[in-house]
C-alpha cells in the first residue's frame, strides 16, 4: 500500500482488524484465440483441472452440514460431470478453442438447456455457472471469482459486491468489508449495516492496495495498513430508550424498523421497534430462479411478520430492478436499469404476479397476527398510485400507500395522498433521482447526502401535502437512522420513521429529547441552508 492510510464513506458502524481476504472480479468469457498448438494437449488440460475444482468442493462440503453440504456435495458432482467435460473436450480437438473457452462455450448449452426446462431445472443454471466459472479460472491459473470460502476471520475486500452475495455473507468471520465503489445507501450498505459488519463504500485505492491486513473504520470511512492482529469492536456506546416514539412535548412519533428476513424481524422487535415501516420482501428471493408460489411466499412473509403480531407492519411489494434483479422479473437486460422497468412498473406487464403476491400477504397477514399494510415501490403518478391502491384493496388488504421515491412523485404528493391511506419517502432513491446519482457509484456519493437542502425541500412539500390531507407521511430511506436528521423530518410533517435495527434507540433517544417547536425550527434552518454540511450545521445549533 503506496499510502498507509485510505478514506471511503463509512456505511456500517464499528470498528475491525484483520487479514485481508480479494473478492475476485467475474471473469466474463474467455477469447476464443489463440488457437492451441497441439489441441489434443490442450483437451488433456480439462479433466485435471475439474477433478481440483470438484476437491475443492468436496473438502468443503466435509466442514459443512445440512442444505450447504448437499448443495455443495451437487455442484462437486457437476464440476466432474463426463457430459460437460466431454463437450469441452471436444470443442479444443474439433474447433481448436483454448480448453478454458471451450469450457465456457460447453456450459452455456447445458445453462440454456436447464433454462429453457423452468422451475427446479432452471435453478441449477446457477449452479453450472458457478462451476464453469471455477472451472475457468481454474484453467487460467487465476482467482476464482466471487466471495471466497474463508477459512477464519477476515476483512473482505471487493470492487462491489451484489446484494445477493452481500445477503450471504456471516458476521461470524466477515470481521468488516471494504468496497472500490459503491455508495452509502446502495442494498450492500443497507445489507452490511443489518447484519453489523462494519463497512466502508467508495474506498478508492483498496484495490490496488498490497496490504496483507486492514483495520477499517465503519464510523470515520477510515482504512488503515495494520498488524494483522485479530479484532473487532463494535464502538457505538449504549444508548437508553424505552421504546416508545414520543417527542418530550407529548408528540408521537412510531420508531419502526426496516426488515427483510426473519432474522431483520427478530432484531428489529428485540430493538424496541414499535413495528416495521418497510419490509423489503425482494430480499426473501434474491436468489429465486422462479417465481416463488403463493405457499412458498406466504411462508416467508408469516417468518418474517411473526415478531410483530398486533402491530403496525407495511410489506412493500417487490422492487425487482436496478441493483435487486430478480431473474424470473427481470429477465432482459437494460441500458439504464434504475430508470427502467423497476418496482411497481413491473406489475404494469405482469399484473399476475402483483396479484398472487397481494394474496399471498393477505394470508400472512391472518396467520401471524401482524396490522398489516402494503406499499408500492417506485410510483410516479397519481394515476398508478391508484392502480395499485384499488388491487391492494381488491385482495382484501384494508390500507395501502405508496413510496415517494422519484421526484415526480413528491411534487404530486397532494393528488397521491387523495388515492391512498398513506406515503412513504424513500430517501435513499428520491435523492439518487432527485440528483441524478447512482446509489452504486462511489463517485457521487456526495450528491446522495441526504442533507442536501434540495432534498430537504422536495421532503417538505410531501410532508406538507400530508397535513394537507390528514394522512400519515413516514421515510423509510436511510435518512430517518440519522438521528439528528430525523428531528428535521419531523419538523418537516413526516409522521413515522423507519431504520435499520442498531438506529433504533438512538433516533428514539433523540426525539424523545426534543420538541415539535425545536423539530421545526430546524428544519427551517436545514431548509435555507446553501449546501448540506451547513443544513447539518444548522439542526445542530437548534437541536444540541
Ligand atoms: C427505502 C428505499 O427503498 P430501497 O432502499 O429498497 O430502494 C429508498 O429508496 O429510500
Ligand atoms: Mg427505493
Redesign the pocket.
Known sequence: MSSTRLSGVGVSSGRASGPVVRVAEPLGEPPATPAPADPPAEAARIRPAAEVVAERLRQRAAAVSGDAKAVLETTAAMAADPALLGQAEKLVTDESLPAARAVHQAAAGFIAALEAAGGYMAERAGDVRDVRDRLVAELLGVPAPGVPDLTGPSVLVARDLAPADTAGLDPATVLALVTEEGGPTSHTAILARSLGIPAVVACRGVLAAEADALLVDGDTGVVEVSDGTVRAAHVAGKVEWNGVGVLRDGLRVKVLGNVGSPADAVAAAAGGAEGVGLFRTEFCFLSAADEPSVDEQRAAYAAVLAPFAGKPVVVRTL?AGADKPLPFLNPDPEPNPALGVR?LRVAFDRPDVLERQLQAIALAAADSGAEVSVMA??VATAAEAAWFAERARAAGIARAGV?V?IPAAALAAREILEVVDFVSI?T???A?YTFAADRQVGAVAALNDPWQPALLRLIAQVGEAGTAAGKPVGVC?EAAADPLLACVLIGLGVTSLSMNHTALAGVGAKLAATSFDLCQLAARGALAAPDPASAKLAARAVLN
Open positions: 422492487d418496482g415501490p417506485m413510496m421515491e424513500g435513499n432513491d428520491l439518487q430511506g
